[in-house]
Structure formats: structure tokens, C-alpha cells
T-cell receptor
Framework: KNQVEQSPQSLIILEGKNCTLQCNYTVSPFSNLRWYKQDTGRGPVSLTIMTFSENTKSNGRYTATLDADTKQSSLHITASQLSDSASYIC?????????????FGAGTRLAVHP | GAVVSQHPSWVICKSGTSVKIECRSL??????MFWYRQFPKQSLMLMATSNEGSKATYEQGVEKDKFLINHASLTLSTLTVTSAHPEDSSFYIC????????????FGPGTRLTVT
């Protein structure tokens, strides 16, 4: 079954600290993996997108890694800010039936406290 | 670039009435638009895919007669929730793709629907 699992489900950290979110997937065939940030009551905003051959990609204080062999990805947030409080969603794109289909993880809810 | 808007941002309606949600791509032409539903603390679930000028393709379990989708132009898709009931209360999010390949989807800000 094509699934995307994220951990932890929720996380609380203090402002200025770093954190790492995990994403494991069993999606095949794999097309690409994305991380999105979703603020409460808003639509998701793309942070990074990685294809099979990419191991790491950064976007400011966000750094995503991908291990296509173990089917694992992580999102590292450096020097967290209060505005980082949001849900972070891992999305894997698979190629099925002649088109690409997005498989969403349940997300990790991050709360950054002062 | 690649901005997607939704209107309204939130709506409250009475049970049994219908409500229409608009999704617009503001600065690009979207050959394909997608509609998602998100319940509290859950991730997005794809409801349907619509291509401009053709009928929408609904995901399994989504009632096509209840959730009417129209994609009349390359910049506008609408979702109409007919005869809404409280269980239809949810966060509805649309996304748009330039080329329909699913490679890059740009998400709208979402519409919060509450049915009383």
C-alpha cells in the first residue's frame, strides 16, 4: 500500500532551537518528494521538492534530506522562530495510471514557544 | 508568480442549502485544478481532479452529485456543495497546475465551510 508516515505527530520546541521532522514512505514508483508548511486555516506552501537523485535541498533555515534507498526523508529547521509554528506535511508523488498522484502524510504539528 | 485564490475564505450555511466555492489562478493558466478536503488534524484528501472544459474525475468515495465541479476556464474552477449537511463541514482547498502533470501544484488559501 502506498503510504507516507510522519513522525512525530506533534512537537514543541523553544524559540531558537533546532528540530528535525521525519518522513518514511512506501510509495512506488517514486517521482518526487516535497515538504510543505501549512499554517492553521491556510493552504500548504511548498518548502522543498526533491527528485530521486537529490540527497539534500535547502530553503533558508529549512533543509530537507532524502534517502531513496531507505525511503526516508527529513526536514531540519534551524534556529526556530515563532512563525515556524505550523503543520509540516511530507508529500510523495507517484507515477500511476499514466499520471502523477500526490500521497500526503498526516503532518507534524510544530509549536515554537518563546 | 503562481498565485491561487479562493473565495470565500469562510462560509456558514444552513443544512440543506448549497454553497459555491471559487478557485482562481491569478497569474497563470491552469489546465488542471484539484479539490481537496481537510478535516481537523488530518491531512489533505483529494476529492477530484478537473481539466478545463471537461468533466471532473472524482476519487473513490466522493459523491459526484453532491460535490459539483465546474472548470469553465483556464483560470477558474468552482466547487458546489449541494444540499449541505453538518458532516460536510470541513476545510476545502484547491490547487492548480500549469500543465496537468501533477508536477507542481500551487495551493489556494482554503475555504472553511461550516454547515449548521
Amino acid at each position: 500500500k502506498n503510504q507516507v508516515e510522519q513522525s512525530p505527530q506533534s512537537l514543541i520546541i523553544l524559540e531558537g532551537k533546532n528540530c528535525t521532522l521525519q518522513c518514511n514512505y512506501t510509495v512506488s514508483p517514486f517521482s518526487n518528494l516535497r515538504w510543505y508548511k501549512q499554517d492553521t486555516g491556510r493552504g500548504p506552501v511548498s518548502l522543498t521538492i526533491m527528485t530521486f537523485s537529490e540527497n539534500t535541498k535547502s530553503n533558508g533555515r529549512y533543509t530537507a534530506t532524502l534517502d531513496a534507498d531507505t525511503k526516508q526523508s527529513s526536514l531540519h529547521i534551524t534556529a526556530s522562530q515563532l512563525s515556524d509554528s505550523a503543520s509540516y506535511i511530507c508529500v510523495v508523488t507517484m507515477f500511476s495510471g499514466g499520471y502523477n498522484k500526490l500521497i500526503f502524510g498526516a503532518g507534524t504539528r510544530l509549536a515554537v514557544h518563546p | 508568480g503562481a498565485v491561487v485564490s479562493q473565495h470565500p475564505s469562510w462560509v456558514i450555511c444552513k443544512s440543506g442549502t448549497s454553497v459555491k466555492i471559487e478557485c482562481r489562478s491569478l497569474d497563470f493558466q491552469a489546465t488542471t485544478m484539484f479539490w481537496y478536503r481537510q478535516f481537523p488534524k488530518q491531512s489533505l484528501m483529494l476529492m477530484a481532479t478537473s481539466n478545463e472544459g471537461s468533466k471532473a474525475t472524482y476519487e473513490q468515495g466522493v459523491e459526484k452529485d453532491k460535490f459539483l465541479i465546474n472548470h469553465a476556464s483556464l483560470t477558474l474552477s468552482t466547487l458546489t456543495v449541494t444540499s449541505a449537511h453538518p458532516e460536510d463541514s470541513s476545510f476545502y482547498i484547491c490547487s492548480a497546475s500549469r500543465d496537468g502533470s501533477f508536477y507542481e501544484q500551487y495551493f489556494g488559501p482554503g475555504t472553511r465551510l461550516t454547515v449548521t
